[in-house]
């Protein structure tokens, strides 16, 4: 019985654990509630504001440990900052500075600079919130609790509820924006990635060459080495995760949001990159065109792309367009080139020059040859695609010329020719004939009585001579 002593205090100890668990799931709650205060804040504009049920929120958060960064970390910049006014300009001096650069930055003046085009967007978006009192005035609201917020790294520059007439954003391009950070689910693989098209002639597609491209693309910010901050910025202690670099909400222990897990903060933001640790760049990069390639066909230069988070970059995915060639049509491997020639040639035969990727070269006419008619030169077409070197052919097609206008002498010799072919269809038209005389002949019943008698006389005197 001694051994079963302990179950004495057992229901008080079942007690007092699950006592425990139910302060610890209160703290919890309040963690979770203060690290989803930004998005709650973003989605509850103008309507009063509810406590965060910790036990629906402890649903979403069953499939994965939680990761919240910063709401407000935005690559965009400040609109006060775009349009170059300060926080407290007037209508007038925004008007005035939007103008103004709005002229200096618009692409149809910036036909040379890639770059134009997106600072001339940031002017006009800037513009069009600054210009709105409404929009003005939740902007001004949402940018001084960025600044003041501890529970974000970055100053908040967030405009993406300023797109709209109604003041907010999309409710499914902000969700996605908010939980791939919330979920570190990273997106760079993709957003990283730069498509562009390249057009080229047909000869460049057909022989290979080397192209230089220029492109807008993303480097890391070299103020902050791509940190968000300066270098030199000073750090404190967490108040959040009291410098651990970590949470516990129930049942899972995760990344503090406040501080990515470092366990201090930086107030400051780096003024090149606006926070976001990155900077517009426009790159240039030369890129080999293999022989044989067509429209559609994509060369990937690996790390060309714009460059993530993290400090990687993505792929530059190049689409390759051929334009059409005046002399050559394609198809597939094979080429098509179409060789004029005279009607005495055709007759007669004869060599024509006739162009190549290589060059022209001499092909003989056969003797009456007919227009439309085709010769093939063996390997003298594009590059095949595969393991082994291998060539398309070259079709010629003949077009027949006939003269519209002659002399006197041509038409005295052509009418001469027309007479000769005239009684030579004639001399095959008689000899026809007679072939159908006689073959109508033979059908008719007294051939039949004509030959039966040839029979019999013949067979009397062969019976006489024996």
Known sequence: MARFSCLKNRPSSIFLYRQHLL???SVCGRVASNAFHPVRDFYNTGIAAKPLDFTNMRMLLLRRCIHATGFYNSREGDHYQVLGVPQNASKDEIKKAFHALAKKYHPDANKNNPSAKRKFQEIREAYEVLQDSEKRAEYDMLRQQSRDSENTNYYS??????RHANGRAEFSDSFQKIFSEIFEEETENVTSDIQVELSISFIEAAQGCTKHLSFDSTI????????GYPVNAKAKRCPTCEGTGTVFIHPFMARCNACKGSGHIIKDYCRSCGGSGIAEVVKEVTIPIPAGVDSGDIISVPRAGKVGRRGQSGTLIIKLKVAEDSVFQRDGADIYVDSNIGFTQAIIGGKVDVPTLNGKTQIKIP???QHGQLTVLRGKGLPRKGFFVDHGDQYVRFRI???TVVND???AILEEFAKEEIEQA???SADGNWWIRLTEYTATPRFLLELSTLMLIL???NKVLT
Request: charged share 15%; proline share 3%.
């Open 459 to 461: 067979l009397f005197v």
């Open 401 to 403: 010329n006939f003269p």
């Open 157 to 162: 520059r967030s405009t993406g509820g300023f």
């Open 367 to 369: 003797k009456g040859v």
């Open 23 to 25: 302060s610890l799931q």
């Open 426 to 428: 004639q001399n095959m």
């Open 409 to 411: 002498r041509q038409r």
């Open 220 to 227: 890391l910010c070299d103020s902050c080495l791509g940190h």
